[in-house]
């Protein structure tokens, strides 16, 4: 029973990765393509856990914290670039 739970949340994983990219290609303005590009670094984040999980690993954790820190900061990059300020 619970790799069929993992098997479905991997799947609306995927489709959430696949709706984050429609918005950063599509997007009519930059703050659209920054919210698309933001929703799939944290999408990942989230399958970096679960193959962690799967695999037993916890260095990927690791791996996933810095990916984490380093998409927040450039969000904020870019914040402030779409303000004005940069």
Known sequence: MGNIVIYISITMLILTLLA???????????????????????????????IAYLSNRAIYLDVAVVYGLLSFLGVIIVAKYIQGGL
């Open 20 to 50: 984050g990219l429609i918005r950063f290609v599509k997007g009519p303005s930059i703050v659209d393509r920054v919210v698309g590009f933001d929703s799939m670094t944290i999408t990942s984040l989230v399958m970096i856990g679960v």
